[in-house]
């Protein structure tokens, strides 16, 4: 056993977020044999992801603020502190924190087989899209 070595936290480039968004790293693989990710995620008010997809899906767990989710059919779900979200593998989707709110959630997801190909990012998500006037 072993205390893992403490991480910077990272803030999040803007190729894939608009806004600020912070990540700290909680676990990630020691070895080929493991897969499992873990991350505390913080948003600023109305930060947001790019559009994305897991290879394994993914599971977030709020933990403060309100999280906004939005899938490619124009479906956008609120969540709240202690409910969890999950994407399945390869659906498109989007995540961020409401208006006027800071939120942090957890990020759990297993990475691919080639770690790279784990989360496949696209287009940003338009002011449209984030707010549900557009699919």
Do not use: C
């Amino acid at each position: 056993m072993n205390i893992e070595p403490a991480r910077e936290t990272v803030k999040n480039p803007p190729e894939q977020f608009a806004g600020d968004v912070w990540v700290d790293l909680i676990a990630a693989p020691n070895g080929p044999e493991q897969r499992a990710v873990v991350a505390k995620v913080r948003f600023a008010p109305g930060a947001r992801t790019a559009w994305h997809s897991h290879a394994r899906g993914q599971y977030l767990h709020v933990t403060s603020g309100v999280a906004r989710f939005g899938s490619r059919d124009g479906t956008i779900i609120e969540v709240h502190p202690g409910q969890t979200l999950y994407t399945p593998p390869g659906e498109e989707h989007w995540h961020a924190s409401a208006n006027g709110t800071f939120m942090e959630h957890i990020a759990i997801l297993e990475n691919d087989e080639d770690p790279a190909a784990t989360t496949a990012w696209a287009e940003h998500i338009t002011d449209e899209q984030f707010e549900g006037r557009q699919g």
